[in-house]
């Protein structure tokens, strides 16, 4: 190939003298008639992408189609190496057809991924595919992480990274809640392109638990979670100390403040970055900056204008997306972050790239002997790819050396080329971005002149336009195109015509002079092929009365005129339009000259176009119309019509009569139209029938009537307001008996038993019979014989019946009337049937496919027309399984003459037998033989009990039954269980599995009075069942509460309770005089006060009194009442220990010693000894008792 490729010393000038004396290749025809009967090496004509990505839950489809004469056998390589095909049973290659279907069921999918490249081969060339890289989809786990709780302070920004597991293709990112509700994105939080989620400055509302990211997998159509991240938005003025002191400042995510800050780019980072795109595709640049106010993002290029043709924004313009990208598109792409206290630049620069494209690919040739031609392919891209030639699949260094062969980069010249070099050429483009690759073939042959175009085909064209004659051709070597007219002048290109390389004749300027015969000839050194056509040169169309411009009182009427004048041969058609739209329904009257508004409105003002079409050409004229308001009209009153008047018959005849009438007044309404009936006095009398209606100016109207008929006629006229009454009736005029003018209507043939043929139809009325002695005459015969008609005349009936023919077999029949007169006319001859039977045959050939363990495909041989014998309606599937003796027989019927069906919802693991029957109009017909059929193991349905028995305090023994539906070999059972607590929590799974002959089990160590929740499911080898589930309690132990009952039963505890309602009722008294001293009393009095213990706060843990607590929550004594809101009312007496400094702040007491005295101090937490600091007033000395 090196020697090929290799430039020597002028070269170049020698391809431009080969390319003088070359003579022209010849394109390949598109006409397939053509293409039929010519050798042909192959082509690819449907190929699988070069990236195929397939679902490992279906077959792998690698399609590779071909055409070529003759037809062109298939071979496959893999991975560079050979692909033997028919040696793996999962692999299939369709008959005629290259393309390989894997059936990766039960199989590792991954063992047919690869590169695969099919090539077709026939006696004149090979075709090669593109390099196809299987793939297989994937749809990965979430790699394990621990999400740690962000906790970050209002108005800083944040990043909440997605981190989405690498599938194949990639998986499209979205956020959503625990609900399954999609995140609010705006101007402030957006996603970026990688899944992460970003906020410029974070907000109160922005604290929740449930951040998660999820994953979809477009192949597989699975949906990934990531684990939810909770984020804690913290305001620093609002919060306290004590609380303050709780967190770690710097476990924050960020520690910037609150306040307002200009903006910075959180991605991408730095002044500036670079992105790589591929011409043609689309190119995402994305900005996000944080900042407070949010920042708002624009972007420009430098040095150039953003395309706004194929530009896009998107995510509140954080995101810049270029369609259809090429080489211009390069540059540096500024984005600026501006808010009211700054703005941020960052700088992408964008370099453009392209993987080969082409600028034109190579084309198929067609040469003769000793021709020349030549093969380019020219492509792009950058970096500049390189090109390399195959001929049939073999680069040209390991292909056989050809002479007549010159290779220069993206040139291939074939000289001289000789019968039997036919071949298929391959042209390889690649760079480190991809690859192109093209076939193209030369045919050598030696084919006489045909003409494509058809003959005798008529031209039209209007006078003054061009004129094109077609003659395309085809032959090897390229045939030489001659025109002649009226088969004598010879045309020759000059100023009149052209005549084109595709052998088109053109005339620049058609007149009517150039109307007539021409003539192509077709020649080559191998024939010659004429062709006729004939031209016709047309007057034009023109408008010659266009429409004037109108002025028209509302309600009345207005006329626009358009007269035209045409060629004489074509016929025009006229459209009206207004204000270049159709017109409105209603009020508008069309003729072929004029447009009739009637009953103007002020909507109806506008430009009315006339436009004049024909199938050549077209004119148009237009008129505008201005309405102008009315005087108001006088006050009319409106009725309808007086009946017409003296009615007159004149110029009778057999089948016509003329009518004349008087109008009668029409009352201020114009008559629109007169209603002409009649009555068939012989027939039916008394009963008056519609005949024909006459315009409203009309006095007269000529009748056309029926033989044998007894015509009596009367008229109504119509206005606006209505119909008159009907006329007087004019005198009776009878017509003469003739032949029926009809046949029957509705005839139809079937047959209803076996061997009979029934013939129907609707019989003629009275008034259709047109004479006497109505008959009917009913003729049949075989469809498809030479037999004779047979026929039978029937009397005035709609039915009759043909014994003793064959079983279902078509028949043409028809009806004819006739009378006493005659026949009528030469009747319709309709197809039918005669009657069937049930069918002879059953279906052959049944194979049954099982796919799965629920389905299973049957394909059987379709039984022959004739065993039908009747109609056919498809196809019965009887199947039953073996295991259930007494389940009925199953049936699915599939419609029409089908070959295969599917078997849905089988029980897995079981034996199936099944026939199939076919279906006519009249049964079914015999079963075929019987066939059976296995299908695989599946899931078992779920044991058919689960039962809690025999509770103790930590045991519990469970009771199971087997599978109803075992769908396979049990291979035994899965038990979860978990202790529930008293808010419905559920506590940590236990896991246990036992053998399929295991159905009871006790569980040991378990918790008493807990309620305890039980999972159980079967499993054979291919999986686990359905879960059953059963909640049960453990035995209570009642021990303490008998206890508890018991002391409170005994005597000495009610007397001890006596005893201390009579000491409160003693204390309260006290308190009572006390408080009405109405001074303070010594320290001493309330010391003593405060050693009674029904008074003194007591300490939890071991029932000693503690001492007062001069804590800072000041939380009321244990059992005291506390208000509404939340806080300890003082009680109004001023003889309380606030005097004494507890309570208080601890500044106000009456001497010095009593700090010291009474100081109090923290019993171990807060929540122990907040005791009340009020004095012991009768309210609080009770309420401790509450």
């Excluded at 037809?71 to 290259?98: A, C, I, Q, Y």
């Amino acid at each position: 190939m090196d020697r090929n490729r290799k430039r020597v010393p002028g070269f170049a000038a020698m391809l431009l003298i080969l390319l003088s004396h070359m003579t022209s290749a010849l394109e390949v025809p598109l006409d397939p008639k053509v293409l039929e009967g010519l050798p042909q090496p192959p082509t690819i004509t449907l190929q699988s992408p070069k990236d195929y990505i397939f679902d490992p839950r279906e077959n792998i489809v690698i399609h590779c189609e071909a055409k070529g004469k003759p037809h062109p056998s298939f071979l496959w390589t893999r991975n560079g190496t050979h692909f033997e095909v028919e040696k793996d049973s999962k692999v299939l290659m369709k008959p005629g057809s290259g393309t390989l279907v894997i059936d990766i069921s039960g199989e590792k999918a991954e063992a047919y991924e690869g590169t695969y490249q099919c090539t077709a081969h026939n006696e004149h060339g090979t075709a090669v595919s593109n390099s196809i890289v299987i793939r297989q989809s994937r749809s990965p786990l979430w790699s394990k992480e621990r999400n740690e709780a962000i906790a970050v302070q209002m108005g800083g920004s944040l990043v909440l990274k997605c981190r989405p597991p690498a599938g194949l293709p990639p998986p499209v990112i979205f956020w959503m809640d625990n609900n399954f509700q999609r995140l609010p994105l705006d101007q402030r939080v957006s996603q970026a392109l990688n899944g992460d989620l970003y906020f410029s400055n974070v907000l109160p509302e922005d604290t929740r638990s449930d951040y998660i990211c999820y994953a979809r997998f477009p192949h597989t159509q699975t949906i990934q979670q990531k684990q939810p991240i909770s984020v804690t938005v913290l305001d620093m003025q609002t919060m306290n100390e004590t609380v303050a002191s709780l967190y770690n400042f710097t476990d924050f995510y960020v520690d910037s403040p609150d306040g307002e800050r200009r903006p910075r780019f959180m991605m991408p980072q730095g002044a500036t970055s670079t992105k790589m795109v591929l011409r043609g595709e689309t190119l995402e640049l994305e900005c996000i900056a944080d900042g407070l106010p949010t920042p708002e993002i624009s972007w420009q290029k430098d040095g150039g204008e953003l395309p706004s043709s194929r530009m896009s924004f998107y995510n509140y313009k954080k995101t810049l997306k270029v369609s259809d990208v090429n080489e211009a598109d390069g540059g540096d792409y500024r984005c600026t972050a501006t808010n009211n206290l700054g703005t941020a630049h960052h700088i992408i620069k964008v370099t453009v790239k392209a993987a080969p494209f082409w600028v034109s690919a190579p084309r198929n040739l067609i040469l003769a002997p000793n021709e020349t031609g030549i093969l380019t392919c020219r492509v792009n891209g950058t970096p500049k790819p390189l090109i390399t030639w195959l001929v049939n699949g073999v680069s040209l260094e390991n292909a056989p050396e050809d002479h007549s062969r010159k290779v220069d980069d993206d040139t291939v010249i074939l000289s001289n080329v000789q019968s039997g070099s036919s071949a298929v050429y391959q042209c390889n483009a690649s760079n480190e971005f991809g690859y192109l690759m093209a076939n193209a073939f030369v045919n050598v042959l030696a084919e006489p002149p045909r003409v494509l175009s058809p003959p005798n085909q008529v031209y039209q064209v209007i006078t003054n336009n061009p004129a094109l004659l077609h003659c395309a051709s085809f032959g090897s070597p390229i045939p030489a195109i001659t025109w002649f007219k009226d088969s004598q002048t010879s045309i020759k290109s000059g100023d009149s015509y052209v005549i084109h390389e595709n052998g088109t004749l053109e005339i620049i300027v058609a007149q009517p002079v150039n109307s007539g015969k021409y003539t192509c000839i077709a020649t080559n050194n191998l024939g010659i092929k004429e062709n006729h056509v004939k031209l016709e040169v047309k007057e034009p169309t023109r408008i010659l009365k266009q429409p004037e411009y109108k002025v028209v009182q509302s309600g009345m009427s207005a006329v626009f005129e358009c007269k035209v004048k045409h060629d004489p041969t074509l016929d025009p058609t006229v459209t009206w339009l207004k204000d270049n739209r159709e017109l409105p329904d209603g009020r508008f009257e069309v003729n072929m000259e004029s447009l009739t508004i009637k009953n103007v409105t002020e909507e109806d003002e506008g430009t009315y176009t006339c436009i004049m079409n024909t199938t050549l050409d077209q004119d148009s004229a237009s008129a505008m119309l201005t309405v102008v308001e009315a005087p108001p009209p006088p006050a009319i009153v409106y009725e309808k019509p007086d009946p017409p008047t003296d009615l007159e018959l004149t110029d009778q005849t057999e089948r016509s009569v003329h009518l004349t009438w008087i109008p009668g007044d029409e009352h201020n309404s114009p008559t629109e139209k007169f209603l002409i009936q009649y009555e068939d006095l012989l027939h039916q009398p008394g009963v008056w029938i519609n005949l024909t209606e006459a315009s409203g100016t009309s006095t007269t109207a000529q009748l056309n009537l029926s033989p044998y008929v007894y015509y009596s006629f009367r008229v109504l006229a119509m206005n606006h307001v209505g119909y008159s009454h009907p006329s007087q009736p004019s005198s009776q005029y009878r017509t003469n008996p003739a032949a029926p003018d009809e046949n029957p209507s509705d005839v139809e043939c079937l047959g209803t038993m076996p061997g009979d043929l029934v013939i129907s139809w609707t019989p003629l009325t009275g008034f259709q019979a047109n004479g006497p002695s109505l008959e009917y005459k009913v003729l049949w015969r075989q469809k498809d014989t030479d037999e004779d008609w047979s026929s039978q005349n029937v009397g005035n009936a709609s039915e009759f019946v043909v014994s003793g023919a064959p079983i279902y077999v078509p028949y043409e029949v028809k009806v004819q009337a006739l009378n006493d007169y005659g026949n009528g006319p030469e009747p319709e001859v309709v197809i039918g049937h005669s009657g069937g039977d049930l069918p002879l045959s059953a279906p052959e050939s049944v194979q049954i496919m099982v796919h799965n363990s629920t389905l299973a495909e049957v394909h059987w041989e379709p039984v022959s027309f004739s065993s039908v014998r009747g109609k056919l309606q498809g196809y019965k599937v009887y199947y039953r399984r073996e295991e259930d003796t007494e389940q009925q027989e199953l049936v699915l019927t599939f419609s029409g003459n089908r070959s295969e069906g599917r078997l849905p919802g089988l029980q897995p693991y079981s034996t199936y037998n099944l026939t199939i029957r076919v279906l006519n109009n009249k049964g079914e017909g015999p079963p075929s033989p019987s066939q059976t059929f296995k299908t695989p193991e599946g899931v078992p349905g779920p044991p058919s009990f689960l039962n809690a028995i025999n509770p103790s305090l930590d045991t519990l023994t469970l009771q199971w039954g087997p599978p109803a539906s075992n769908n396979g070999r049990l291979a035994g059972y899965t038990l979860k269980y978990q202790p529930v607590n008293n808010t419905n929590e559920l506590g940590p799974v236990k896991v246990m599995t036992f053998l399929a002959n295991e159905t009871t089990t006790t569980l040991g160590n378990l918790n008493s009075s807990m309620l305890y929740k039980f999972y159980l499911s079967a499993k054979t080898i291919k999986g686990s069942g359905p879960v059953i589930t059963e909640e049960a309690f453990t035995v209570m132990d009642t021990t303490v509460a008998s206890r508890q009952v018991d002391i409170a039963t005994q005597g000495w505890f009610i007397g001890l309770m006596c005893a201390i309602a009579l000491l409160i009722l003693v204390l309260l008294i006290v308190c009572f005089i006390k408080r009405n001293k109405g001074g303070k009393y010594p320290v001493k009095e309330k010391e003593d006060a405060h050693q009674d213990p029904e008074i003194q706060p007591m300490k939890e843990d071991d029932g000693t009194f503690g001492e007062y607590s001069d804590t800072e929550d000041h939380k009321p004594l244990k059992g005291s009442r506390t208000p509404s809101n939340g806080t300890v009312r003082r009680d109004e007496s001023d003889d309380s220990l606030v005097d004494y400094g507890e309570g208080g702040d601890g500044q106000f007491n009456e001497d010095g010693s009593f700090i010291g005295q009474y100081s109090g101090k923290k019993e171990k937490d807060t929540h122990e000894g907040n005791e009340s600091s009020e004095a012991p007033s009768p309210v609080n000395a009770m309420n401790s008792f509450v």
